[in-house]
């Protein structure tokens, strides 16, 4: 199974909102043609309106290569048996959804149901997204491979050991773009209130983020090594660290405070 197939006999999007769109964005960059996708949303955006060949809540194929399920967790039970029929087939599923287990999954598609749960996030728009992977126990090796192949058109693929990983990923990479959006928006608005113009701040704030980035995935140096190449020895740099590492009420805390609200709703997400 490859991106043959999918061109072949079609890749079905139960779904097709914020994170459908930005994967359906980055399939099509791609060179995936929009005549071998389905998308199945009773709210469809302008922009998936105007995608000239997609199949726009048309008359679904009766065995899809592939169903990517990306409606919101508290859907699933409306949306998922619409598809029951392609269940316990050569249909493999993905599911992108927040929390809901393969276990659950199996009880609704069929135990036969070769199914991929994925955790993507919006970077895969630009071809920077990094999805997290585990198959069920019907998801033979050629069904993780053609996720897998899939999913790497929008960017990086890590497959998980085991499902019980998937709360903690969620609240790093599925969550963190959110994250990093509000370090630039926090960043900007201090800019603006030491007396820069928003424009200015925006730009400022966006470039370092983006720089930032950029330099850890490709420097030699850990992020450790990267961040004490920027701190000089009683300079600006360390004044505001200390303010930041602080143990008690600085990043470490807070984000850790964070992530496991994160992991908790999760889990309520997939009870
Ligand atoms: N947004 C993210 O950054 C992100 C990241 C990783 C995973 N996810 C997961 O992706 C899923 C979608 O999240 P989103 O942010 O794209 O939400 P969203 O609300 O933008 O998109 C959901 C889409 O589902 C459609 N929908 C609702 N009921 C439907 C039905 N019965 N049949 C078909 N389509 C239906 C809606 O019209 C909407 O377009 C969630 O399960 C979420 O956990 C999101």
């Known amino acids: 199974m490859d991106m043959n197939d999918i061109r072949e006999k079609g890749l079905v999007l139960l779904g097709c909102g914020k994170m459908g769109s930005a994967m359906l964005k980055g399939w099509l ?11 199945n949303d009773p709210n469809p955006s302008d922009w998936l309106k105007g995608i000239e060949g997609l199949n726009l809540n048309a008359k679904l194929p009766e065995t899809p290569a592939v169903v990517l399920v990306a409606v919101k967790p508290q859907m699933m ?35 036969k149901t070769p199914i991929v749960r994925a955790m993507p996030n919006t970077p895969a728009a630009v071809g920077r997204g990094v999805t997290a992977i585990i198959g069920s126990e019907a998801a033979r090796g050629d069904h993780v491979d053609l996720a897998e192949t899939l999913l790497s058109a929008v960017g990086q693929v890590v497959r998980l050991e085991n499902e019980g990983q998937m709360g903690a990923v969620t609240a790093i990479s599925g969550c963190g773009p959110a994250y990093t959006f509000h370090l630039i928006e926090a960043m900007a608005a201090a800019g603006e209130a030491n007396g820069l113009a928003p424009e200015l701040a925006l730009q400022l704030a966006k470039a370092t983020v983006a720089g930032a980035g950029h330099l ?16 000089s020895p009683n300079g600006v740099t360390q004044a505001a660290l200390e303010v930041l590492m602080n143990e008690d009420v600085g990043f470490p805390p807070l984000l850790k405070r964070a992530m496991d609200a994160a992991i908790k709703r999760d889990k309520e997400l997939g009870a």
Not at 29 to 39: H, I, K, N, T
Not at 84 to 111: D, P, R, W
Not at 222 to 230: E, F, H, K, M
């Open 29 to 39: 960059d791609g060179g995936l043609p929009a005549s071998s996708v389905w998308v």
């Open 77 to 111: 039970a409306d949306a998922l048996p619409t598809l029951k029929a392609m269940g316990n087939g050569s249909t493999l599923f993905i599911s992108v959804a927040a929390g809901i287990t393969l276990a659950t999954y199996e009880e609704m598609l069929g135990a």
């Open 216 to 231: 850890a995935e490709n420097a030699d140096e850990d992020p450790t090594q990267l961040r004490i190449n920027v701190t």
